[in-house]
C-alpha cells in the first residue's frame, strides 16, 4: 500500500495540527490501521472495525448513531443495539489509544474522525483522475474483503460502497485508458483497467491490439485466451463477435499463417477457474472434444470437492477450502487447464459420473479426496485418476497433520498436491502423445516427446530430442514452452560436454530462453529455466536470482523453480539459504522423477559446507539414480577426494570420463560458476586429491594409461 503519510511521533494527548496524519488506515483488501510509527492500532473485533470502516467512509460527512446501530445490529431492537452500539465505541477508543491523539470524536448524535488526522486508502482512489491515476494501484482486492457476513444490513451497504468504489475507479482508468495512443503505454493503462474489472472486454482488446502492434502476435493471443477464461468465469457467456473479430485479424489470412488454436468452442456450461489480467495463472480454453489437443494443448484436470468423514460441523469448510486452494494452486501452471471444484460441485451431489465429466468437461484427469478427523489430528487422502485410461489411480498421497492451524494446513497440502502431480501429469501426457502417430502432431505433442528424452541422458535419445523441439519451434514460432525447453535441453549439451562448439552452445541458450520469458513473461518454468541459464552458463548470478524470484512469484508450488533457485545461491556462496530452498522443494515433492539431478544440489551445498561425508552420501545417492548424469559425479568426486578415499574416487573418475572424456580440473575452474573464489579452489583441491587430470595433456596420459573401460560393475 503506498504510503503518503508523514511518520513524526506524536506526544501524548496532541491534538493533530491541520493535514497532520496520525492513522493510516487500509480499507481495501485486508483491513488494517497504523500509527505513523508503525504501531497496529487494528481493532481485535470484527464489529469494531466495522465500525470503524464505516465511519471512515462517511467522511467528510459525520456518522450518525442512529444509522450505525441499525447498520451492525439490525436483527436487535433499537436499544439494545443501541446499547452495544455504546460498547464499540468505547473498544474503539481504547484500540486507537496508542496514537495518543483523540482521532475519533464521540459526540451525543454522531461519530467522526478527526479531519486530517486519518489517512484512509479509499479516499486516495475516490481522488484519482487521469493526471494523478496512481493511486488505483492501492485497489488490490476488494474493499472490506474481511469483513462479510456481520450483519445482513451491513453487507447490503458494503456490496454497495464496493461498487461505488469500483465504479468511480473504473470510469478513471476508462478514461485514461483512451488517451492512450502508443502500445507501449497502453498495455499498462489495459492492465490497470483490468484489475479493477477482469470482465472488461474493452481493455482486453486493447491489450490485444498493443500487443499485435509490437509485433507480439503471441501475447496478443494469449490475451484473448484469458479473456474468454474470464468471462466463462464470471459471466458464463463467450467474447463478444467484436472480440472474436479482432482474434481473427491478429492471427492473419489462413493462407500466412500457421494455424495456433481451432476456432473458438462454446462456453463450457460451468465456469471455469480464470486467470488473473496481469497471466500468472494458467488459462483454460473451453473444453476440445476428448482425446484431441489445440496446437498448444495441456492436460485438463478437474478438482472434485473434497469428502467429509467424521469430521464435525465446525470443520465443513474445509472440504470446498482444501479444494479452492488446489484449483488455484494448479491453475499458476500454465500448461494445464483446470475445471474448479464448484463446477463440478453438481456432479459430487448427484452420484459422480466420471463418464459424463469427461464428455461435458474435457477432463482428462480428476482429482478427489476424502478428509478424516481423528481426535486433534486430520487425515487427508487425495488421488489422481487418468479418465481417459479406464479411471486409473496414477498418483495418490496422504498426509496426517495437526489441527492447530486450518488455514496453513489447506495451504501445505495444497501446495505439495500440486507439486507432485505437475512432474507425474507431464510424463504421463509425454508418454500418451510419443505413443500417438508421428502424423499431425502439434508443438505440445512435440515438446511431450522431447522432455523425457532429455531426462534420459544417454546422448542417442538426447539428439532427438533437439530435433523434436526444433520442430516445435518451427510449427509455432510463438510457443514459448518450446523456447524454454530448447534451452534447457542446451544446458544439458554444455553440461555433459556434448557441444561441439560450447560457446555457440552457451550464445543459443541464451537467446532462447530470453526469447521464452518475452513471449509469455507469466510463465513461472520458463522464467526458472532461464535463471538457471543465466547462473549455470553465463555466470551472470544476481541476474539469475531475480529471474528465479520471478518465477516464484507466479508459482509458489512449482518444485523446479526452488530446486533451481537452491543452486544459484550456492553458486552465490549463500550455503544457507540453498540448503532452505532446497529443502523446500524436497519437502514439496519427495519422490520427483527428476530427483536426480535436483537432489544433486544437496552434494554441491554439503561440499561448499566442507560437509564432505553428507556430500558423499548425497552423491553416491544421485549417481546411482542416473549415473548418466555427468554433473552428479563432479562434486561428489571432489568430497571423496577430501576424505581421501581414492577406490570409490577411482571408480567414479571412470564412469565420469565415460560420459565426458575432456573433464579436467583446469576446465573445472574455466566453467565453473562459483562466485567465490575460495569455493572453487576447495572444489579443485579436491578433484585433484580423487585423482582427475590437471589438463587436456594430463587427461590424455590418464586415458592412454588406465582407459575408460566400455562397463565399470
Known amino acids: 500500500m503506498a504510503d503518503t503519510s508523514p511518520r513524526s511521533a506524536q506526544p501524548p494527548n496532541a491534538q493533530p495540527t491541520p493535514n497532520q496524519v496520525v492513522v493510516r488506515l487500509r480499507l481495501i483488501g485486508q483491513m488494517e490501521a497504523w500509527t505513523v510509527t508503525s504501531e497496529s492500532v487494528l481493532p481485535a473485533g470484527r464489529k469494531t472495525r466495522a465500525l470503524l470502516a464505516s465511519v471512515a467512509l462517511s467522511a467528510p460527512r459525520p456518522a450518525l ?18 446499547a452495544s452500539l455504546r460498547q464499540e465505541i468505547h473498544r474503539l477508543l481504547e484500540a486507537l489509544s496508542p496514537a495518543k491523539t483523540d482521532i475519533l470524536l464521540v459526540t451525543r448524535d454522531h461519530l467522526t474522525l ?33 469483513l462479510d457476513g456481520v450483519d445482513p444490513s451491513f453487507d447490503a451497504w458494503l456490496t454497495a460502497e464496493r461498487e461505488r468504489l469500483r465504479d468511480r475507479a473504473r470510469s478513471v482508468a476508462e478514461a485514461l485508458l483512451r488517451e492512450q495512443l502508443e502500445p507501449e503505454t497502453a498495455i499498462p493503462a489495459a492492465q490497470r483497467l483490468l484489475q479493477i474489472d477482469r470482465a472488461h472486454e474493452g481493455a482486453w482488446r486493447a491489450l490485444m491490439r498493443a500487443h499485435a502492434a ?18 466463462a468465469d464470471l459471466l458464463d457467456a463467450a467474447p463478444s463477435v467484436e472480440t472474436q473479430k479482432l482474434l481473427t485479424e491478429i492471427r492473419g489470412p489462413a493462407s500466412n ?75 499458476r501452471f500454465r500448461w494445464m487447464f483446470v475445471v474448479s471444484s464448484s463446477s463440478l460441485g453438481r456432479f459430487a451431489a448427484e452420484g ?4 459424463a465429466l469427461r464428455h461435458t468437461f474435457g477432463i482428462d ?22 479418465l481417459r485410461a479406464g479411471n486409473q489411480i496414477v498418483w495418490a498421497r496422504r498426509f496426517d497433520r495437526q489441527t492447530n492451524d486450518l488455514l496453513t494446513l489447506q495451504d501445505e497440502i495444497a501446495a505439495e498436491v500440486v507439486a507432485q502431480i505437475d512432474p507425474e501429469i507431464l510424463l504421463i501426457e509425454a508418454t500418451r502423445s510419443t505413443s ?12 511431450l516427446r522431447a522432455i523425457p528424452l532429455i531426462w534420459r541422458m544417454e546422448r542417442e535419445h538426447f539428439t532427438r530430442a533437439e530435433q523434436f523441439l ?68 553465463h555466470h551472470r548470478l544476481r541476474e539469475a536470482a531475480s529471474l528465479h524470484e520471478r518465477a516464484l512469484s507466479l508459482n509458489p508450488n512449482l518444485a523446479m523453480a526452488w530446486a533451481l533457485s537452491a543452486i544459484t545461491h550456492a553458486y552465490l556462496g549463500d550455503v544457507a539459504e540453498a540448503e532452505r530452498r532446497n529443502n523446500r522443494y524436497k519437502r514439496l515433492s519427495p519422490l520427483d522423477p527428476h530427483a536426480f539431478f535436483f537432489d544433486g544440489f544437496f552434494t554441491v551445498i554439503h561440499l561448499l559446507k566442507r560437509d564432505y561425508e553428507s556430500a558423499v552420501a548425497a552423491g553416491r545417492g544421485v549417481t546411482q539414480m542416473n549415473p548418466s548424469l555427468s554433473a552428479g559425479f563432479k562434486p561428489y568426486l571432489a568430497a571423496l577426494g577430501h576424505l581421501g578415499r581414492t577406490q570409490e574416487a577411482s571408480i567414479a573418475l571412470r564412469r565420469l570420463l565415460e560420459i565426458e572424456p575432456d573433464f579436467t580440473v583446469e576446465r573445472f575452474i574455466a566453467t565453473s560458476p562459483l562466485d567465490r573464489e575460495t569455493d572453487r579452489d576447495n572444489w579443485a583441491a579436491g578433484l585433484r586429491l580423487a585423482g582427475v587430470p590437471e589438463n587436456d595433456a594430463a587427461a590424455a596420459v590418464y586415458l592412454m594409461n588406465r582407459g575408460v573401460p566400455d562397463a565399470v560393475e
Not at 509490437?214 to 468471462?231: N, P, S, T
Not at 459422480?352 to 463418464?355: I, K, L, M, N, Y
Not at 478428509?371 to 489422481?384: A, F, H, P, S
Open 470 to 537: 526444433k520442430d516445435a519451434i518451427a510449427l509455432e514460432p510463438d510457443y514459448a514452452a518450446a523456447h524454454a525447453w530448447y534451452a534447457y535441453w542446451h544446458i544439458f549439451l554444455v553440461g555433459q560436454g556434448w557441444s561441439a562448439e560450447p560457446k555457440a552452445s552457451i550464445e543459443e541458450a541464451g537467446r532462447l530462453a530470453e526469447r521464452a520469458i518475452v513471449l509469455d513473461p507469466f510463465d513461472a518454468r520458463a522464467l526458472t529455466i532461464a535463471g538457471h541459464v543465466r547462473a549455470f552458463l
Open 114 to 146: 478527526r479531519a486530517g488526522a486519518v489517512w484512509v486508502d479509499v479516499e486516495e482512489v475516490m481522488r484519482a483522475t487521469t493526471l494523478q491515476p496512481a493511486s488505483l494501484s492501492l485497489l488490490d482486492g476488494d474493499l472490506l474483503e474481511d
Open 365 to 386: 484427469f480428476l482429482l478427489d479426496g476424502m478428509i478424516q478427523r481423528v481426535r486433534n489430528r486430520l487425515r487427508v487422502t487425495v488421488r489422481l485418476l487418468d
Open 257 to 331: 499463417r500457421v494455424p495456433l488454436r481451432p476456432p473458438a468452442a462454446p462456453p463450457l456450461p460451468e465456469p471455469v477457474v480464470a486467470a488473473e489480467p496481469e497471466g500468472i495463472a494458467e488459462t483454460p480454453a473451453p473444453a476440445p472434444a476428448p482425446d484431441a489437443q489445440t496446437s498448444r494443448g495441456g492436460a485438463h484436470v478437474g478438482v472434485m470437492p473434497m469428502q467429509l468423514v467424521g469430521v464435525t460441523e465446525e470443520d465443513a469448510h474445509l472440504a470446498p477450502g482444501l479444494a479452492e486452494e488446489i484449483t488455484t494452486a494448479l491453475s
Open 65 to 82: 448513531r442512529g444509522r450505525l446501530a441499525e447498520l451492525l445490529w439490525s436483527r436487535r431492537p433499537e436499544e439494545q443495539a443501541r
Open 352 to 355: 459422480r459420473d466420471e463418464a
Open 436 to 447: 500417438r502417430p508421428p502424423v499431425g502432431a502439434t508443438a505440445y505433442d512435440l515438446v
Open 214 to 231: 509490437r509485433g507480439e502476435r503471441g501475447m496478443a493471443i494469449q490475451a484473448y485466451d484469458r479473456c474468454r477464461a474470464v468471462l
